[in-house]
């Protein structure tokens, strides 16, 4: 059969061949879909909003030009008033306890609002000073009973927001790109958090009461290229940067700085109020700076949880600073909890620090893993803490990572869950030579050529009260299934230039219970071997439990 068409080169295409009613019919679809998209194009306007710098002008102009809008329009909040001078919208500065309609800007259709570029001694943007809630997005129509989006934002920045700048209840699909949050100010307080919270660009179906179903934030969710400065809020407020509760959206975060938060940098839940259910989509986050010498009393980098998944967790800088904090706090470099659908965790880089070199217990985690099926793999993890990797899942993967930067005070590994896969680590020094690198109270979990040459431990040591702590891998008494596969090379080198290897492994290196197995592969001859079961034995036999 030969084509219905052709195309020559410098030759006009031709037309498909066919009969007189299909070209007519074709003809007819052609310009039909041409009509709408012309008339979608003549439609959608663009308005033009020039600030005053007083906040009943600024805040009675921006609404009526978003009340005045149909959806599709663009708003373009300019930075400089109509005479050309560079000028702040003023949204006025409410009180800390909240007034959530003096300076919050209702956006209740599908829009992009933006501001525009413009070099100023202050900013390189448009800017926007106070407002409660300053943008309060709720596109849900009772009458319908649907959710009009997106709604976009960009080239916008905020200083002096109180309680959040961006703040979502009911969307579908939203793009945040180029948003500045500097200093969002602390407010409605209550018994938890008594200098209250700040939320810099917020998606929560919750706030305010009464509340909406989680399906009334939906679509894809992309917040790109966004800062957040929280360095001159008030200090002891809850503040997360970019955060995501109770919705049922695929969110992705990319390129943003964050700076001086307090509880989260980022974090997705979606299921806050039902941990045993996971809901949204894939949540992705990668190339974000997330820094903070401000924790509160428990501070998380990245958190993903209760998410239908996969969850993608890459490239991403952490620092947690808790210099100068007591005891009452907790670091976590990224959490991933409950069910998060599968997905990675790779090649990030945190940095839990302390100036006074010591952390109270169970203040300080690099990697809180509670999602079963993830895997962690090529990630690096430095500074202090009391335990690099707490291990609660089931089948997870803890392969390939980079702890040799880290002291831990604890473990730098700590495994209570099951069947998971601790592999390929390299591990830097225990801050205690008596404290293992890796803690196992958990079953069936496998420990494969892990490198703790590094870690500088010398071993378990025999006492009336059974065996220590002490060493690379301890499999707590009462466990079972627990396999550890090694080799000499991945074992600490001892100062004793006679230190036989089959004393080295069996004084300096597994703490062994009944039910789990070790095999190491090095070479010796039959009497050495003898003599490394003889000692094995002799140890396994004075187990206790703790």
């Known amino acids: 059969m030969k084509d219905q068409y052709t195309i020559k080169r410098g030759a006009p295409c031709r037309a498909p061949v066919g009969t007189r009613r299909q070209r007519s019919s074709l003809l007819t679809a052609v310009l039909a879909s041409t009509l709408v998209l012309c008339a979608s194009l003549a439609t959608a306007k663009t308005w033009h909003v020039y600030p005053k710098g007083n906040p009943t002008k600024d805040i009675a102009a921006i609404q009526a030009a978003i009340d005045g809008a149909k959806p599709g329009d663009t708003i373009v909040l300019g930075a400089r008033n109509a005479a050309g001078r560079f000028t702040p919208f003023n949204l006025g500065n409410p009180t800390l306890t909240g007034n959530e309609t003096r300076g919050t800007i209702l956006v209740n259709k599908s829009l992009t609002i933006t501001g525009e570029q413009y070099n100023s001694p202050m900013s390189d943007r448009t800017v926007i000073d106070g407002g409660f809630s300053t943008f309060y ?5 009772p009458a319908s009973g649907k959710v009009g989006g997106p709604v976009n934002f960009a080239m916008l920045e905020s200083r002096l927001a109180v309680f959040s700048f961006i703040w979502y209840k009911a969307c579908s699909g939203a793009r ?14 209550d018994e938890f958090v008594p200098s209250g919270y700040a939320q810099a660009i917020s998606f929560d179906t919750t706030h305010p009461s009464p509340g909406y179903d989680p399906d009334k934030i939906k679509g894809d969710i992309l917040v790109r290229r966004c800062t957040v400065d929280c360095s001159n809020s008030a200090e002891g407020a809850g503040s997360d940067a970019i955060s995501f509760v109770e919705h049922i959206a695929k969110v992705a975060v990319s390129d943003c700085r964050i700076i001086n938060f307090s509880f989260h940098g980022i974090i997705n839940l979606p299921a806050a109020d039902q941990q045993d259910v996971s809901r949204g989509g894939a949540f992705d986050v990668h190339e974000c700076e997330i820094t903070t010498t401000r924790p509160f009393w428990i501070t998380f980098g990245i958190t993903g949880s209760t ?53 109270p217990p169970a203040s300080g985690f690099g990697f809180l893993v509670g999602s079963d099926l993830l895997k962690f793999s090529g990630n690096v993890l430095s500074g202090i803490a009391n335990v690099g990797f707490l291990v609660g899942s089931d089948s997870a993967s803890i392969v ?30 225990e801050s205690d030579p008596k404290t293992p690198a890796i803690y196992c109270d958990g079953n069936g979990n496998a420990f494969n050529h892990n490198d703790f040459s590094r870690t500088g431990l010398k071993g378990f040591k025999v006492s009336s009260r059974g065996i220590s702590r002490a060493g690379c891998i301890f ?58 079961i003889q000692m094995l034995n002799q140890y396994a036999d004075t187990l206790a439990p703790y």
């Open 137 to 141: 997005v709720d596109t849900f129509d």
């Open 176 to 189: 945040i790109t180029d948003i500045n949050v500097y200093d969002p100010v602390p407010a409605l307080p």
């Open 307 to 359: 998410i239908a998944g996969p969850l993608s967790v890459s490239n991403n800088r952490i620092l947690i600073d808790t210099s100068g904090f007591g005891e009452d706090f907790q670091a976590i470099g990224i959490e991933a909890n409950g069910d998060t659908g599968g997905g990675s965790v790779k090649n990030n880089h945190v940095t839990i620090a302390n100036a006074a070199n010591k952390l």
């Open 400 to 429: 390939g990572n980079d702890l040799t930067g880290l002291t831990a005070t604890s473990w730098a590994v700590w495994c209570y869950g099951n069947a998971n896969v601790i592999e390929e680590n390299a591990f830097g020094p």
């Open 475 to 532: 499999l707590k008494y009462g466990t079972s299934g627990n396999v550890v596969n090694a080799s000499l090379s991945d074992l600490p080198q001892s100062s004793k230039p006679s230190y036989d290897p089959c004393t080295q492994i069996a004084d300096g290196s597994f703490g062994l219970s009944p039910g789990n197995t070790l095999n190491l592969d090095f070479a010796c001859n039959s009497e050495q071997y003898s003599q490394l």
